[in-house]
């Protein structure tokens, strides 16, 4: 955000509204990360879990609206598939969330080789059983053998300015909440990342 107000203003064509917006979204975003940061380290350290009903749609539909300016400058096309009426889950909001866009960013990364317009990111809800699944979809080159038999498990990545810090976090985070987390190479190419939460836990 700071670096679209940057351009923008350099571009000669700045408007009061459009730096204003841009501004607050640098405040939303900030105090979302020290929240993020906070929470996160009461939850590695084992401390007591923040839980609360939410409903998962909205706050998909969130993160969405975080990354869309992302997403358009590097010509994703994100496709998004929602399942109607799904019962609220019973874990950290904000957790969850991070969950959420670790994976939209990776998937997001995996793209980065192949040419514009094959890129593209499925972003789909739905229920199973008494589980609520999250799977997040790219149209990439798949993920290696070697790095998705130690996805979860170590400082791993296929991305060349990653560490692959995001994914061990989010499996700790999923884990923490009884859910599990877990991923896949596809036949029609790309890999999915999925994960699920117990409707009640």
Not at 95 to 121: C, D, F, G, H
Not at 131 to 141: A, H, K, R, T
Request: with cysteine; glycine share 6%.
């Amino acid at each position: 955000n700071a670096q679209a107000a940057h351009r923008y203003l350099t571009s000669g064509t700045a408007e009061k509204d459009e730096l204003e917006a841009i501004l607050d979204d640098i405040v939303r975003d900030d105090k979302r990360a020290s929240e993020i940061i906070l929470r996160l380290r009461g939850l590695l350290q084992n401390e007591k879990k923040v839980r609360q009903h939410f409903d998962l749609n909205i706050a998909v539909s969130e993160v969405v609206a975080i990354l869309n300016r992302d997403f358009k400058e590097d010509n994703i096309h994100l496709v998004e598939e929602y399942a109607p009426d799904l019962l609220a889950v019973y874990a950290g909001r904000i957790e969850i969330q991070q969950v959420i866009l670790n994976l939209l960013v990776n998937a997001a990364k995996a793209l980065q080789e192949i040419s514009k317009e094959k890129r593209t990111v499925y972003l789909r809800t739905r229920l199973s059983d008494n589980d609520v699944l999250v799977e997040i979809q790219d149209s990439g080159p798949g993920l290696s053998s070697e790095v998705q038999q130690t996805l979860f498990k170590q400082f791993v990545t296929d991305s060349k300015d990653g560490l692959g810090m995001g994914l061990i976090i989010c499996y700790r985070i999923i884990e923490a909440y009884g859910g599990r987390i877990w991923a896949e190479n596809l036949e029609t190419g790309g890999a999915r990342l999925s994960f699920s939460l117990p409707l009640e836990n």
